[in-house]
C-alpha cells in the first residue's frame, strides 16, 4: 500500500485547495494538526458546515425573544447560546429574563416536557442532515407519547445545493473532503450529480487523523485525474444509499424549503421546514432571512464560503476570542475561527 | 467515537463509551447487544461495518493505479 502520509507531505504537483464542509472536520484537522503534514500545494479550506456559524442573525433574535416570554424555555445545545444576535445572544439576555436550558440530545426534551408540564419548551433546532434525523424522532416520540408543550424552532440546512452554491462562486476549489456523518443519512451518492456537472471530486471522510488523511491522498489523486467522483473513504458507517429508515422519517416530518445562510443568503431549496400538518411544533420558524451582526467589521460570512481565512479578519485574536466571540465562527467548537484560534492555525 | 451496545429495549438502547453508559435512541437501524454503532445527539445513526478494512485496502489499491 502506498505511504500515503509521505505522498501527501512530498507532493509536488499542481496546487490545490481543498475544502472540508463539515465543521467536525474543521475541528478534527486542527485537533490532529493536519495541515502541517501537508505538502504547501495542498490548501484546506472549511466551508459552511457548522450549523450554529451558518445560522442568521434573526433567527438568534428569535430565540432571545421567545426565551423571554412567560413559561417558555428555549432549550438548546451549548453553542448556540453564546452565539449574538444583532444585538444579544441569549447568555446577554439572561439578565432580562431569558430562560433557557443545554441539552446533550433533543430527545432530553422528552424527560423535562413530562417534568414540567406548565412550560412550553422550544428546541433551537439547527443542523444538517444527520441532526434533522433526531428532530424527526423526536417528533415521533412527541406524538407517540401524547406531549404538546414542545416546539421547534427550525433554521435546518441540507447540503448538497450549498456545495453547489460554493462550487458555482468561483470560489477555486478543486476537491471536497464530504461530509461523514451527513453522508451516513443521505448516502455517498447524494453527492454524485455534482461531482459529475463540475467536474470535481469528493471524499466521504471519517473523522480520525487517519480516515482524514486517507481521504486527502483519494482527492489529491482525483485532482489530479480530474475525475468527478465520489469516493467513499468511510465505509464502516457510509453507504451509497444512506440509512432510508431515516430518509423516510425524515421525508414524514419535514419538507424542502429555501433557507438562509450566513454569508450566501437565502439558497433556494436548500434547507427543510416542518410539514404543514405537524405546524403545530413550529415556534415561528418561517421567514427568519434578516442577517446583520452586531460587528460590521466581523468576516464570519467571507470565512464560511472559504474566500477569506480566519486570520484574515481584523478582529481575529484581538477583539474577537473564544471569550468576546463577535461572530459565530469564534463560539462553535466547529467554527473555523475557534479552531484555529485554540489551534494557533494561521 | 463509536459506543458499544450493552442491551435493547424497544426504541431505547444502553451504549457504553469506554466506560460511560448513556440510554440512546434506537429507533433509525436495527441493533443488538455487542454492536459497534455511530450515535449523534442521542441517536443511534449507524452499526459499524466489521469488514471495513477490507473495503478500504480496495479503495486504496484503486487509487495507486489512479
Same mark, same amino acid.
Given at each position: 500500500?502506498?505511504?500515503?502520509?509521505?505522498?501527501?507531505? !512530498?507532493? +509536488?504537483?499542481?496546487?490545490?485547495?481543498?475544502? !472540508?464542509?463539515?465543521?467536525?472536520?474543521?475541528?478534527?484537522?486542527?485537533?490532529?494538526?493536519?495541515?502541517?503534514?501537508?505538502?504547501?500545494? #495542498?490548501?484546506?479550506?472549511?466551508?459552511?458546515?457548522?450549523?450554529?456559524?451558518?445560522?442568521?442573525?434573526?433567527?438568534?433574535?428569535?430565540?432571545?425573544?421567545?426565551?423571554?416570554?412567560?413559561?417558555?424555555?428555549?432549550?438548546?445545545?451549548? +453553542?448556540?447560546?453564546?452565539?449574538?444576535?444583532?444585538?444579544?445572544?441569549?447568555?446577554?439576555?439572561?439578565?432580562?429574563?431569558?430562560?433557557?436550558?443545554?441539552?446533550?440530545?433533543?430527545?432530553?426534551?422528552?424527560?423535562?416536557?413530562? !417534568?414540567?408540564?406548565?412550560?412550553?419548551?422550544?428546541?433551537?433546532?439547527?443542523?444538517?442532515?444527520?441532526?434533522?434525523?433526531?428532530?424527526?424522532?423526536?417528533?415521533?416520540?412527541? #406524538?407517540?407519547?401524547?406531549?404538546?408543550?414542545?416546539?421547534?424552532?427550525?433554521?435546518?440546512?441540507?447540503?448538497?445545493?450549498?456545495?453547489?452554491?460554493?462550487?458555482?462562486?468561483?470560489?477555486? #476549489?478543486?476537491?471536497?473532503?464530504?461530509?461523514?456523518?451527513?453522508?451516513?443519512?443521505?448516502?455517498?451518492?447524494?453527492?454524485?450529480?455534482?461531482?459529475?456537472?463540475?467536474?470535481?471530486?469528493?471524499?466521504?471522510?471519517?473523522?480520525?487523523?487517519?480516515?482524514?488523511?486517507?481521504?486527502?491522498?483519494?482527492?489529491?489523486?482525483?485532482?489530479?485525474? *480530474?475525475?468527478?467522483?465520489?469516493?467513499?473513504?468511510?465505509?464502516?458507517?457510509?453507504?451509497?444509499?444512506?440509512?432510508?429508515?431515516? @430518509?423516510?422519517? #425524515?421525508?414524514?416530518?419535514? !419538507?424542502?424549503?429555501?433557507?438562509?445562510?450566513?454569508?450566501?443568503?437565502?439558497?433556494?431549496?436548500?434547507?427543510?421546514?416542518?410539514?404543514?400538518?405537524?405546524?403545530?411544533? +413550529?415556534?415561528?420558524?418561517?421567514?427568519?432571512?434578516? +442577517?446583520?451582526? *452586531?460587528?460590521? @467589521?466581523?468576516?464570519?460570512?467571507?470565512?464560511?464560503?472559504?474566500?477569506?481565512?480566519?486570520?484574515?479578519?481584523?478582529?481575529?485574536?484581538?477583539?474577537?476570542?473564544? @471569550?468576546?466571540?463577535?461572530?459565530?465562527?469564534?463560539?462553535?467548537?466547529?467554527?473555523?475561527?475557534?479552531?484555529?484560534?485554540?489551534?494557533?492555525?494561521? | 467515537?463509536?459506543?458499544?451496545?450493552?442491551?435493547?429495549?424497544?426504541?431505547?438502547?444502553?451504549?457504553?463509551?469506554?466506560?460511560?453508559?448513556?440510554?440512546?435512541?434506537?429507533?433509525?437501524?436495527?441493533?443488538?447487544?455487542?454492536?459497534?454503532?455511530?450515535?449523534?445527539?442521542?441517536?443511534?445513526?449507524?452499526?459499524?461495518?466489521?469488514?471495513?478494512?477490507?473495503?478500504?485496502?480496495?479503495?486504496?489499491?484503486?487509487?495507486?493505479?489512479?
Amino acid at each position: 500500500m502506498t505511504d500515503y502520509r509521505t505522498f501527501l507531505g !512530498e507532493y +509536488d504537483g499542481k496546487p490545490m485547495r481543498i475544502m !472540508e464542509v463539515c465543521g467536525t472536520h474543521t475541528a478534527a484537522i486542527s485537533h490532529c494538526g493536519i495541515p502541517s503534514l501537508l505538502s504547501p500545494k #495542498i490548501e484546506l479550506i472549511s466551508g459552511p458546515g457548522c450549523p450554529v456559524c451558518v445560522t442568521v442573525t434573526e433567527y438568534i433574535d428569535r430565540l432571545v425573544a421567545l426565551s423571554l416570554e412567560s413559561n417558555t424555555v428555549v432549550a438548546t445545545f451549548g +453553542d448556540m447560546i453564546r452565539v449574538p444576535g444583532t444585538s444579544k445572544s441569549l447568555q446577554d439576555a439572561r439578565a432580562d429574563g431569558a430562560k433557557f436550558r443545554m441539552v446533550y440530545s433533543p430527545l432530553d426534551l422528552i424527560k423535562l416536557a413530562r !417534568e414540567e408540564t406548565d412550560k412550553t419548551f422550544v428546541f433551537a433546532a439547527v443542523g444538517f442532515e444527520t441532526t434533522i434525523a433526531v428532530y424527526a424522532s423526536l417528533l415521533d416520540e412527541l #406524538i407517540a407519547q401524547g406531549i404538546r408543550n414542545v416546539k421547534l424552532l427550525t433554521s435546518l440546512k441540507t447540503m448538497p445545493l450549498v456545495i453547489d452554491w460554493v462550487c458555482r462562486s468561483k470560489s477555486g #476549489i478543486d476537491g471536497f473532503l464530504a461530509p461523514g456523518h451527513v453522508s451516513v443519512i443521505t448516502g455517498s451518492d447524494l453527492f454524485a450529480p455534482i461531482a459529475k456537472e463540475h467536474t470535481i471530486p469528493f471524499a466521504v471522510a471519517g473523522f480520525e487523523g487517519e480516515q482524514i488523511l486517507v481521504a486527502l491522498y483519494a482527492l489529491v489523486k482525483l485532482i489530479n485525474a *480530474h475525475e468527478g467522483r465520489v469516493m467513499n473513504m468511510y465505509p464502516s458507517v457510509v453507504t451509497a444509499e444512506g440509512n432510508k429508515t431515516a @430518509q423516510k422519517l #425524515i421525508a414524514k416530518y419535514f !419538507e424542502s424549503s429555501d433557507a438562509a445562510w450566513r454569508g450566501m443568503g437565502v439558497i433556494p431549496r436548500s434547507g427543510m421546514k416542518l410539514r404543514a400538518e405537524y405546524e403545530a411544533y +413550529d415556534a415561528g420558524s418561517e421567514n427568519l432571512y434578516s +442577517d446583520r451582526g *452586531h460587528n460590521a @467589521q466581523c468576516r464570519c460570512a467571507k470565512v464560511i464560503t472559504g474566500a477569506e481565512k480566519p486570520s484574515a479578519c481584523p478582529l481575529f485574536g484581538s477583539v474577537c476570542t473564544p @471569550q468576546t466571540p463577535q461572530g459565530a465562527c469564534m463560539v462553535s467548537s466547529e467554527g473555523s475561527c475557534h479552531s484555529y484560534f485554540a489551534n494557533r492555525r494561521r | 467515537m463509536p459506543g458499544k451496545v450493552i442491551s435493547v429495549g424497544g426504541t431505547k438502547a444502553i451504549v457504553d463509551f469506554s466506560g460511560n453508559r448513556m440510554e440512546a435512541q434506537a429507533g433509525l437501524v436495527k441493533v443488538k447487544p455487542g454492536d459497534s454503532v455511530l450515535v449523534h445527539a442521542g441517536c443511534i445513526l449507524q452499526v459499524l461495518a466489521q469488514e471495513e478494512a477490507d473495503s478500504l485496502s480496495d479503495l486504496m489499491a484503486e487509487l495507486q493505479n489512479i
